[in-house]
Nanobody, 123 residues
Framework: QVQLVESGGGLVQAGGSLRLSCAAS????????MGWFRQAPGKEREFVAA????????YYANSVKGRFTISRDNAKNTLYLQMNGLKPEDTAEYYC????????????????WGQGTQVTVSS
């Protein structure tokens, strides 16, 4: 069981960058696959990126490939999402999530969720 807290969101102009963090507490962070999801008002939550427990296997939504990078530091119990080349359509509440292995892009596979951090990209 883990508890997750996101941070690093904010307001940025199109083309800019943000780095989101997700701090985990509880037990055995290093044994969990992790993911980032996002949700805009009135829209369904969607997959953004995922990473396996080793940090060496990653998946990305097509909409963010080449712009976002997911990573983790198991020694610090922290998940990251580096977001470059931000676009207005990236505006959403971003959530980190955790599940027992294996890695997944399916929202219902994830067991633990943070409260979210807002990312707003102006045009």
């Amino acid at each position: 069981q883990v508890q997750l807290v996101e941070s690093g969101g904010g307001l940025v102009q199109a083309g800019g960058s943000l780095r989101l963090s997700c701090a985990a507490s509880g037990r055995t962070f290093s044994s969990y696959a992790m993911g980032w999801f996002r949700q805009a008002p009135g829209k369904e939550r969607e997959f953004v990126a995922a990473i396996d427990w080793t940090g060496r296997l990653t998946y990305y939504a097509n909409s963010v490939k080449g712009r976002f990078t997911i990573s983790r530091d198991n020694a610090k119990n922290t998940l990251y999402l580096q977001m470059n080349g931000l676009k207005p359509e990236d505006t959403a509440e971003y959530y980190c999530a955790a599940r027992r292995e294996p890695i997944s892009v399916v929202i219902t596979d994830y067991d633990y969720w943070g409260q979210g951090t807002q990312v707003t990209v102006s045009s």
